[in-house]
């Protein structure tokens, strides 16, 4: 096949895929206000996912804090001004790294089982009997997922920047020597100090991590209501489902940040 | 009455159904019959609208199928009952919640009357003493009968069963063609029955048809049928078969 309409039927397969997901999560917001009915559903949902993903997402936050206090230490301690690492660890924790690591966490863990279920329903006609007994799958399926997810994502987020913090602590300490005490000092302040109860920075990273868990439920049930063709099918459904979510958690983690610090900011 | 007429559909790169007649009087059971792969499920999700036709048109009670609105489909669909080829059951909730979903998703009922009606149905299908079992272990017959017990729960006028006695040993297939027969004489339901089963389309069968390349090869009442010299009609009701 020649390229050009090999990058042309690329383009429509890839835009029809971004037209379904738009059109689902507009259909979701639709039945949220029948959420009451499926809250059993949602919490169970939202709970399993916490605690599925909840062991990795602390290891890796643990680590990626430590990764930050080393990186950004590395070139404070040039200048001698070791001091701020507290307040530079704590706010990228919170306002990048805890969203986006708990986003990514989330889309390994629990998007791709997500997509794997409903895939699996889809292939094996189960999504055709709720229709059939006229149950829209978006109301039975998809809401309870998103609203879990949009719920649950933010929730590990704060463990995440907690442990993420501790863990650059720990470098802080030993590698860095900046007393503990300092680095809590300038870590509490930094968290602190703002007329708003809290800074900017924490509630830009709960609205990312948000906006997050709303993408990965989203794009993990679409991928799995668009499943077709037996159990490779359910495969490739989970594998589209995490590199979409990996992919909106960086452009969407991108866009947020731009908003409230560039175009508003 | 369920009518298409002239139906043709295409699927990914082959042409399932091509110029598929077919009509089913209410109060009968109309058994559609022919090799794997033919269309009988395609035909079946055509009448209850989850597929819609390339060409032609599919009717019930005069009313157009494929040109109803969601609303329309949701109407239709609460006076039907679909019975899924291997049950599609939903694998979270027990067999009794599965049954129960379509009452508790529509009917505003009282849990005392749901409950009872539920139980009443799984008796039906001899399913009663597996109500708080869970789908992923219970056997493929048991699922089968659990979906059936899930289209006959909220009464509806028409049954659509697609391999209602696929892998049911005789003594429970006896038993659903007879509940199948049952369901017609006394609820006067209508119903469209795919098997591959003599047994079956004999039992429970007013008139048999048997598709091949995408439409009604031969038609015509289960006696005629079981006569007919036809040798598709031999190889699907013939002596040997079942
Ligand atoms: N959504 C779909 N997309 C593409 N092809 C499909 C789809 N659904 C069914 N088909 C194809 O249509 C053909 C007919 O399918 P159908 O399920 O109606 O067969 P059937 O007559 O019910 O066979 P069986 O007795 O094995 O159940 C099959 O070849 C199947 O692969
Ligand atoms: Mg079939």
Redesign the interface.
Same mark, same amino acid.
């Given at each position: 096949m020649n390229p050009l309409a090999h990058l042309g039927q690329f383009v429509v397969k890839r835009a029809d895929g971004a037209g379904f997901v738009c059109e689902l999560l507009l259909r979701t917001a639709l039945y949220t206000p029948r959420l009451r009915r499926r809250l059993r559903f949602m919490l169970d949902t939202a709970y399993n996912a916490g605690v599925r993903s909840l062991p990795v997402t602390m290891v890796v936050a643990a680590f990626a804090g430590a990764i930050l206090a080393m990186q950004t230490g590395i070139e404070l301690r040039r200048f001698g001004d070791t001091a701020v690492l507290g307040t530079i660890t704590a706010l990228s924790m919170c306002r990048e790294m805890g969203p986006f690591i708990t986003g990514v966490i989330l889309a390994a863990t629990v998007g791709s089982s997500i997509a794997a279920e409903i895939g699996t329903m889809t292939v094996s006609d189960e999504v055709a009997a709720l229709e059939v007994m006229s149950i829209d799958p978006v109301d039975y399926l998809v809401l309870p997922r998103v609203v879990a997810l949009a719920l649950m994502c933010p929730i590990l987020t704060v463990l995440s920047n907690l442990i993420g913090i501790f863990g650059g602590s720990v470098i802080a300490e030993h590698n860095l020597g900046v007393s503990p005490q300092l680095y809590w000092v300038s870590a509490k302040e930094a968290l602190t100090s703002s007329g708003m109860l809290l800074p900017k920075e924490v509630y830009v990273g709960l609205l990312k991590a948000f906006v997050f868990g709303i993408a990965i439920a989203t794009v993990s049930c679409a991928a799995g209501l668009r499943a077709a063709g037996g159990a490779l099918g359910v495969g490739l459904a989970v594998q589209t489902a995490v590199r979409n979510s990996v992919l909106l958690i960086i452009v969407l983690g991108f866009i947020v940040t731009w908003f409230f610090y560039f175009l508003a900011g | 009455m369920i009518e298409l007429r002239d139906v043709s559909k295409r699927l990914g790169s082959r042409q399932i159904l091509a110029g598929m007649t077919l009509a089913v009087k209410k109060g009968m059971n109309f058994v559609l019959m022919g090799p794997s792969g033919s269309g009988k499920s395609v035909t079946l *999700?055509h009448v209850?609208g989850?597929l819609r036709p390339d060409q032609g048109v599919v009717l019930v009670d005069g009313q157009e199928v494929s040109a109803m609105d969601n609303k329309q @489909? /949701?109407a239709l *669909?609460?006076r /039907?009952g679909?019975l899924?080829?291997?049950g599609? @059951?939903?694998?979270w909730l027990s067999v009794f919640d599965n049954v129960a @979903?379509?009452l508790r998703?529509?009917a505003r009922l009282p849990k005392s009357e749901l409950e009872d009606r539920v139980q009443q149905v799984l008796r039906l299908v001899k399913l009663d003493h597996a109500a708080a079992q869970f789908p992923p272990s219970i056997s493929g017959g048991m699922k089968l009968r659990a979906?059936l017990a *899930?289209a006959l729960v909220t009464n509806p006028e028409y049954v659509l069963y697609d391999e209602p006695n696929a892998g049911l040993d005789p003594i429970i297939s006896h038993q659903i063609h007879e509940l199948i027969a049952q369901v017609r004489d006394e609820l006067n339901v209508t119903g469209l029955i795919v098997t591959h089963s003599r047994a079956c389309a004999t039992q429970c069968g007013d008139r048999i048809g048997i598709l091949e390349n995408g439409k009604l090869a031969i038609e015509g009442s289960v006696a005629e049928m079981v006569q007919s010299e036809h040798p598709l009609a031999r190889a699907f009701l013939g002596g040997g078969s079942d």
């Open positions: - | *999700r209850i989850i @489909l /949701m *669909r609460k /039907m679909y899924f080829q291997n599609a @059951l939903i694998n @979903l379509p998703e529509h979906g *899930r």
